[in-house]
């Protein structure tokens, strides 16, 4: 008889992996946003087996509505991520739900499928860029503040008092968070990589974290992305969207600055390096985004 084939004839491990999702947080409500679950382990198979492979003109269905979440539409620059947590930090105004008070903002956690609050940022925000760092700790950078959220530790609430999470104010940085095109974190989640373009300045300032080092220092190098980038332990490299003109729609790879040179300390350019396939063209590159799912690359 013939023998029966394996597994690994087919190309296909003998463990299955694990089961893993992307959320989505759209604009596709008529009160706000709508948080959508992708299960990858589906789309994966689909697309393999060639079920789930688009035809040509054919529209597939949005993935599955998880949450809904009422808020001013037209605001993605103020959603944030943390482990499995989504924060909805938007401005305050008077069409926004009650819970959207002075003080708290809601935080939907994906793991436990429970709503949260936690503290407003201690500045009014406009046009906020948000950064997470080290895995549990998010970087709120904005035209005229700087501050870092941590959650509140683990263990048991005492005397019935819950931990919360807090802000913590950094020094203001010495660049308009307008004339940012890219920014990226150091492996060890210590120090903040953030790019400038202006007309007398083209670099890139870095924060520490550890003592002694919060201050910015500015850089001679730029990095070469479009918006974040994000650490890949396999390449020991940033990996982001290129932002080099004549080459958007490509994955760009760079290698890790240094986190403790000064501004007058000569800095070598690491190696950059572009994919050879074209992602997408101009046209749809505003709207592109890549999306760090953890594994391989970097601390989660």
């Not at 008070?101 to 709503?115: K, M, Q, R, T």
């Not at 994000?230 to 982001?240: I, K, N, R």
């Amino acid at each position: 008889m013939p023998k029966r084939p394996r597994s690994c004839d087919l190309g296909v491990d003998r463990c299955p992996p694990e089961r893993r999702h992307l959320y989505l947080v759209l604009d596709d409500w008529l009160w706000g946003y709508s948080i959508r679950k992708l299960d990858l382990h589906q789309a994966i198979a689909g697309n393999i087996s060639g079920e789930g492979a688009m035809d040509a003109g054919t529209e597939q269905p949005p993935p599955q509505i998880l949450s809904r979440l009422q808020a001013p539409r037209g605001l993605p620059s103020h959603f944030a991520a943390i482990g499995t947590k989504i924060l909805a930090m938007h401005p305050n105004g008077r069409d926004l739900p009650f819970f959207f008070c002075n003080s708290l903002f809601p935080v939907f956690d994906i793991g436990e499928l429970g709503l949260i609050f936690g503290p407003r940022p201690k500045a009014d925000w406009v046009d906020p860029i948000y950064i997470p760092a080290g895995g549990d700790r998010l970087f709120a950078l904005a035209c005229n503040s700087f501050e870092l959220l941590s959650p509140p530790p683990l263990g048991e609430p005492s005397n019935g008092q819950f931990r919360q999470w807090s802000w913590c104010r950094l020094p203001k940085p010495p660049f308009d968070s307008k004339c940012i095109p890219s920014y990226a974190v150091h492996p060890d989640g210590t120090t903040v990589f953030v790019s400038v373009q202006t007309p007398t300045f083209a670099g890139t300032f870095t924060f520490g974290m550890a003592e002694g080092m919060r201050k910015w220092r500015a850089h001679s190098v730029m990095l070469p992305f479009d918006g974040c980038a994000h650490y890949d332990s396999h390449l020991d490299a940033w990996v982001g969207l290129s932002g080099t003109p004549g080459t958007f729609g490509h994955l760009c790879s760079f290698g890790v600055l240094p986190t403790c040179s000064d501004a007058s300390d000569e800095v070598k350019r690491p190696v950059m390096k572009l994919s050879k396939e074209k992602l997408f063209s101009e046209q749809c590159h505003m709207g592109a985004t890549l999306v760090y799912m953890g594994g391989g690359g970097g601390g989660e």
